[in-house]
Every structure is written in structure tokens, then in C-alpha cells.
């Protein structure tokens, strides 16, 4: 398996913009995470999806950001209007809700934005 | 509320010499704990997870932690660093039956030659 995809891997926009971030989880789970890894604020959870659901976005920091899982192989974060203080590394996990693994979040390799 | 505190921002070692990460946790319920590490730049890999089966826990790289629950405690332990050792590692909990992962804030492991 490819594992769960990010991209792009690297973003740099103007404040203002909107920036589109997208990921694919690993075939068959169907638990989708979306975290933001900043200096001052380590790892927070923004929101997950189970079954292309949105379960819980308490997470998300304010209206600019918004999430999407259409299907089960496809996720977006998209942040509208874009602010400098957004720059961060934004991950997306999946996990699979059975067995012995369904609490075992695998990692894609993040989207490092900046907003400059 | 879960929660995890990890006891070090940095440790330091010399390559060979053993290595300890400290995690203490809190949870209301039967939790679930793992460590993962993140080299730089890179996403976070899994090192190995306790789910409620043997307290001594064996992961990849030759890491293993032990969990104990008088002790709210969740240490990774490796006999002997190596330089690719050097990484973040995070202490993470997870409630049974909930979905979401509570990191904590990082330990970076620095190896010297």
C-alpha cells in the first residue's frame, strides 16, 4: 500500500488566497484525521470523518477553514481567506475502525504551508 | 479528559548509551497509548502502541515501553542509541472508544557520536 498521500508537500501563497490542501487515505479505512502541527501549539486535531462523515470538527480554528471527504478515497482542508498565522504543517491520518489496529492512526508526510 | 505530559523537551545521549523518554498520562477510561516518532521534515512513523495486552510493549528500531498503571507511566526505553535515533518523539493517548489522538508535546532525542 502507498500509504496516506498528501499534497502538495509544499505551499507557499499570499495572505489572502485560498489554498486547497488534499489528501488520500489508505484503502479500506474509513476513519479520515486532519491535524496542524505549529511551534507553539504542537499537534492539534482540526476535525475527522468516519465513513466520509464529519464526526468532529471542534478543532477548527474559525469559518476560514472548511473540510470535505466527497468519498472514501478523497479528502480536502481548504482555507479561505489564507492569514500568516495558518502557516503550519498540516497532516492527515487514517485509521480502519476493525480490529486489533482500528486505533492505529498512520500518518501521510504533511503539507508544510506558509502565508506570507 | 485525556491528557499527556512528556517529562523532557530534550534529551541528549551519546550514541551506544541507553535511551529514556518519559510520558505520564491522563485518562478517565482504559487508554490507549502509543509513541510515534517524526524525523525532521518527515511525517510521523508509529514505534509501537499499548492496547490493554501485555504491560511491556516491543516496537521497531528496538524501542519498547512499558506501561504502568499505578504510576500513570508510559516510558520508551532503547538499550542503545544509534545516530539515526535522532528524531521528535511523541507520547500519544487515545480513549477507548473515542477516535481522537491527544499528542503530547514532543521530546527531541539528540545523539551524540
Known amino acids: 500500500d502507498a500509504g496516506v498521500i498528501q499534497s502538495p508537500r509544499h505551499e507557499v501563497t499570499e495572505m489572502g488566497q485560498e489554498v486547497t490542501l488534499r489528501c488520500k487515505p489508505i484503502?479500506?479505512?474509513?476513519?479520515l484525521f486532519w491535524y496542524r502541527q505549529t511551534m507553539m501549539r504542537g499537534l492539534e486535531l482540526l476535525i475527522y470523518?468516519?465513513?466520509?462523515?464529519?464526526?468532529?470538527d471542534s478543532g477548527m480554528p474559525e469559518d476560514r477553514f472548511s473540510a470535505k471527504m466527497p468519498n472514501a478515497s478523497f479528502s480536502t482542508l481548504k482555507i479561505q481567506p489564507s492569514e500568516p498565522r495558518d502557516s503550519a504543517v498540516y497532516f492527515c491520518?487514517?485509521?480502519?475502525?476493525?480490529?486489533?489496529?482500528?486505533?492505529?492512526?498512520?500518518f501521510g508526510p504533511g503539507t508544510r504551508l506558509l502565508v506570507l | 479528559a485525556q491528557s499527556v505530559t512528556q517529562l523532557d523537551s530534550h534529551v541528549s545521549v551519546s550514541e551506544g548509551t541507553p535511551v529514556l523518554l518519559r510520558c505520564n498520562y491522563s485518562?478517565?477510561?482504559?487508554?490507549?497509548l502509543f509513541w510515534y516518532v517524526q524525523h525532521p521534515n518527515k511525517g510521523l512513523q508509529l514505534l509501537l502502541k499499548?492496547?490493554?495486552?501485555?504491560?511491556l510493549v516491543k516496537g521497531i528500531n528496538g524501542f519498547e515501553a512499558e506501561f504502568k498503571k499505578s504510576e500513570t507511566s508510559f516510558h520508551l526505553t532503547k538499550p542503545s542509541a544509534h545516530m539515526s535515533d535522532a528524531a521528535e518523539y511523541f507520547c500519544?493517548?487515545?480513549?477507548?472508544?473515542?477516535?481522537?489522538?491527544?499528542f503530547g508535546s514532543g521530546t527531541r532525542l539528540q545523539v551524540q557520536p
Open positions: 484503502s479500506g479505512h474509513d476513519y
Open positions: 491520518a487514517s485509521s480502519s475502525g476493525l480490529g486489533l489496529s482500528r486505533e492505529t492512526q498512520y
Open positions: 485518562s478517565s477510561y482504559s487508554p490507549s
Open positions: 500519544v493517548v487515545s480513549d477507548t472508544g473515542r477516535r481522537a489522538l491527544t
Open positions: 499499548y492496547t490493554s495486552a501485555a504491560t
Open positions: 470523518f468516519n465513513n466520509n462523515v464529519p464526526i468532529d
